[in-house]
């Protein structure tokens, strides 16, 4: 990782968000990017000089766009648009998602279509690299452009509203002059340039890109420990049979699942083993593809936001003029977010569809619940209900959320993606998948180890073993729901993940 991260509107990765999100990661504004800054700010100079009639700069905003106000009211009207347009409801983001806001909306201003004061950038990056971040609350915005939220940054660029500092939250003013920074002076167009982007919307699907993505790998490894606990065949997995599909996602998982199983007793012929299985196991890396295949799409249009312009209006430098703009409007984004909950409630469906096969000896031969005395213990028994509550919850979270607005502001804003709710409800079925997970590894470990020292694979067997460390044996009837909570944290904490990458690389 490099020391600084040069930020230029214009190729930031997610793998440099995420230095920057949660390495902390240092950040520059390119040097090369400040000249074109003050040219787009000098447009709006000369638009005031001339009194044209621009949106934010000399004319209010939303159902206000007819009031028009002077040059001198300038630092006012910008510090009353932050102050009134803060109105998030609790809980508060997290640090990591406020540094991904930070990052996001400074980069997108680079694209120097905005006219924002470059010192009020440069405060971006010390936020950043100084680690003051903004108390931003996480609902209450509706996607189109995140007004009602990301004022609350602008809160701290004054010097009002509370900041997390060094662990502890206080207020901006005592960070700011803690680090030797003073309040920012509003001039035209900056109020509006803080309140209106798409930042808070995009920092939580940055966020639930990542943990997407740590999901579906351990997801993949856990799938793979629950097919050696049933007996289940791998001629699913087959390298040519996925081939001959040609849905990317498949492919990359049955790879995957190929790689986890490696020197699995599965390899080994048994005539006990059904011809077929049933389908959440013969097809569990095709599901698990179609998640991958949904959040290549949600990362392809995030990496078009993170680094273009969304601001309204769009200051065109080069014609010497602003143009109202659509730019803010996140929907496409904001449809593959939905369409990942739907995924992610696909993968939520067969995780339990296995974990009702595996405790069935008509499918596995070993006793019922996984038990390991019969009628003396009850195993893996009235777990169904929790896992099931689970499941219920993710499809009730599923449904779609960006069909679902509101037309408000005298119905000059009649449209909205909901990119911040669809993100937030996806994370929490993210969150669910990890206990559900959690719930599988408790089967699959209890069913291999009923099946007496047969050879796991490589990846697997290591990510059982680790887990092993957690989560013992079920000999006897004991508090499963701590088990759960142990189990989930085992996931959540990254563990298991460690685990994983470790024996994959061997």
Known sequence: MCDTLMLNGVNLTLEDLYDVVYRRRRVEIDPEVVPRLHSSRQVLFDLAAKGAPVYGLNHGVGW???????????????????????????????????????????????CCRTGISPDILTMYQEFLNRGIHPRVLRRGAVGEGDVSTLPLIGQTLIGMGEAEYHGKVVPSIEALTAEGLKPAVLGPKDGLSVASS??????????????????????????????????????????????????EGQIRCAAD??????????????????LQDPLSFRCGAAVHGAVYDTLEFVKK?????????????????????????????????????????????HMSRNIVNRLLKIVDPVFTGLPR?????????????????????LD????????????????????IEDHASNLPLAAMRTLRIVDNLRYLLGM???????????????????????????????????????????????????????????????????
């Open 198 to 247: 798409n930042a808070q919307g995009e920092s939580l699907v940055t966020v639930l890109v990542k943990e997407t993505e740590e999901l579906l790998r351990l997801g993949n490894a856990v799938y793979c420990m629950s097919l050696e606990g049933l007996n289940g065949g791998l001629q699913p997995l087959g390298k040519r049979v996925n081939e001959l599909r040609g849905l």
């Open 440 to 506: 599988e590894a408790m089967h699959a470990a209890q069913a291999t180890d009923m099946r007496g020292g047969v050879d796991l694979g490589k990846v697997s067997g290591a990510v059982k073993a680790r887990f092993r460390e957690t989560i013992p044996y079920l000999s006897e009837d004991r508090n499963l729901s701590l088990d759960i909570a142990a189990a989930y944290e085992c996931i959540r904490s990254g563990a298991l993940l460690m685990a994983l990458d470790a024996a994959d690389s061997e």
């Open 257 to 274: 699942c190929r790689r986890y199983l490696d020197g699995s007793y599965l390899a080994q012929p048994d005539p006990k083993r059904a």
């Open 301 to 345: 249009y995030l990496l078009i936001q993170i680094n273009h312009t969304d601001d309204n209006p769009c200051i065109l430098t080069e014609e010497q003029t602003i143009c109202v703009s659509p730019n803010f409007e996140t929907t496409t984004l904001a449809l593959g977010v939905d369409m990942l909950a739907a995924a992610l409630c």
């Open 64 to 110: 206000n766009k007819d009031r028009e106000f002077s040059s001198e009211f300038f630092e006012q009207y910008n510090r009353n648009l932050i102050n009134s347009h803060s109105l998030g409801i609790a809980p508060y983001c997290s640090v990591e998602e406020v540094r991904a806001m930070l990052c996001i909306r400074l980069n997108t201003a680079l």
């Open 392 to 411: 219920a919850e993710n499809r009730w979270l599923s449904n779609t959320c960006s069909t679902d607005f509101t037309p408000f502001a005298g119905g």
């Open 369 to 389: 619940f996984l038990t390991p005395h019969e009628v003396k213990t009850i195993g893996y028994s009235t777990i169904q209900k929790s896992f099931a509550a």
